[in-house]
């Protein structure tokens, strides 16, 4: 079984400087890259190397990783600087991503996003709030002239 790091391990020259903790399938650190970049850090709890699709996990992390950094997408994630399997106290997956100063979890910033909006989307786009429907009698609030658009922050990248 896989342990966890620790600050001042190194691991395939990766030098551990701080835990922040577990998440829900690793564990994540700061660490200095063997360059000397700082880097977030995550050793993988699940999947274990003894389960079934491990291999599959392994794989599909590679495809995706070439998939976002070669694509558009690239432009909107943070890089992956390094991703291997490594003995730890028992084999697990490691990966290690360009460090972000100042992160913050994705939740947060989006509930700061939203409540910075003085006013809804919806308001904007001249659309009344749900549930204050057009009987089918009456004009409709919405402009035959207008299409229906989706709130910039909704547009494929």
Not at 82 to 95: K, L, N, T
Request: net charge positive; aromatic share 14%; glycine share 8%.
């Amino acid at each position: 079984m896989a342990k966890k790091l620790k600050a001042g391990d190194v691991i395939r020259g990766y030098r551990i400087t701080k835990v922040f903790g577990p998440g829900m399938m690793a564990i994540s650190y700061a660490a200095l890259s063997p360059t000397g970049t700082k880097v977030f850090f995550k050793q993988y709890k699940s999947p274990a190397p003894t389960v079934v699709w491990y291999r599959d996990f392994v794989a599909y992390q590679k495809e995706l990783s070439a998939r976002v950094s070669s694509g558009r997408a690239g432009n909107f994630a943070v890089r992956q600087v390094d991703a291997f399997e490594e003995v730890w106290g028992g084999r697990c997956y490691f990966q290690a991503y360009e460090f972000v100063e100042n992160g913050a979890d994705l939740s947060k910033c989006l509930t700061k996003s939203a409540s910075s909006i003085a006013e809804p989307w919806w308001r904007r786009r001249g659309m009344p709030p749900s549930g204050h429907d057009m009987s089918p009698g009456q004009r409709s609030w919405w402009p035959a002239s207008r299409h229906y658009m989706r709130p910039a922050s909704c547009t494929p990248i």
